[in-house]
């Protein structure tokens, strides 16, 4: 003990000097917003490129299940591509498109849940855009840089989507509280629907980030807030949040025109 504090006397100017560093330097990257982001976005791409290493290891034991998915896949876009040719509709002329990622960080135990993905505003993502996978609604990318995007997932309790009663199209919002990942629930669902267990709940279509009707849990319990009319609504989430590799990151080719018609002056 003695020999540390001799050495920590003897070199306590530069100890003084390393202190003062970092507060100045917390304190620039807190109060100067140009600095706040280039210091963010200089740590997410570090930590992205460390994640995308130890991700890679990991890719091997998942390759043949991914191309069994993928060849499921590439049969269903197929099917869905000689169905829209065959009712006269143009594919170049549908509104969403997508960019293909992978996951390479992902948490599901916290409070607030995000996933690292392995694409970002070199590929064309952006924040806000919406994410999905083969099963599912993942979330929305809440921060980018060139070649990385964090995505703030449905299981976060931040997290609020446009969702409906497939059923009857009556509109709620979807929630996670922060306990079970395979559960949500969706708040906001006016007495006057008519609901039963096992119904549908999918996107809406009412948010720039995701299409209508994307299949995103079915209903295992609910109950009335009679004081406010409203229904809680209980839901088992289709996409196993636990247990994801490959993600799609949903554009809007019409999000900036729609976005001009918000009446933020009126």
């Avoid at 306590?12 to 917003?33: M, Y």
């Avoid at 994410?131 to 964090?150: E, H, P």
């Avoid at 609020?160 to 919002?173: A, D, E, M």
């Avoid at 009319?229 to 999000?255: C, F, G, H, K, P």
Wanted: charged residues 20%; without cysteine; hydrophobic residues 40%.
């Amino acid at each position: 003990m003695q020999q540390i504090l001799i050495f920590l006397f003897k070199n306590k100017h530069f100890f003084l000097f390393l202190l003062l560093f970092i507060v100045a330097f917390i304190i620039t990257i807190s109060n100067r917003t140009y600095h706040g982001t280039q210091f963010w976005n200089s740590a997410n791409s570090i930590s992205g490129n460390f994640f995308q290493i130890q991700n890679s290891f990991g890719d091997y034991l998942h390759l043949k299940k991914d191309n069994e998915v993928l060849l499921q896949n590439n049969a269903a876009l197929k099917k869905e591509l000689l169905r829209s040719k065959n009712s006269g509709i143009n594919p170049a002329q549908l509104q969403f498109s997508s960019i293909t990622g992978v996951v390479i960080k992902n948490s599901y135990n916290l409070s607030h849940n995000y996933l690292t993905i392995n694409v970002g505003s070199n590929q064309g993502v952006k924040e806000d855009l919406g994410v999905i996978s083969d099963q599912g609604v993942v979330g929305i990318i809440d921060r980018v840089n060139s070649r990385f995007a964090r995505v703030q997932s449905i299981l976060n309790v931040k997290s609020k989507i446009s969702v409906q009663i497939k059923n009857t199209n009556h509109l709620g919002i979807l929630e996670w509280k922060g306990h079970d990942p395979r559960l949500a629930i969706v708040s906001d669902v006016p007495s006057l629907a008519k609901i039963a267990v096992n119904d549908t709940i999918v996107t809406s279509g009412n948010s720039l980030a995701f299409p209508k009707g994307l299949v995103v849990g079915i209903i295992k319990k609910f109950e009335l807030d009679e004081s406010q009319n409203y229904y809680s609504i209980q839901i088992e989430l289709i996409n196993d949040l636990t247990s994801i590799n490959s993600v799609y990151v949903i554009t809007n080719r019409d999000a900036e025109d729609i976005k001009k018609l918000d009446p933020k002056d009126e």
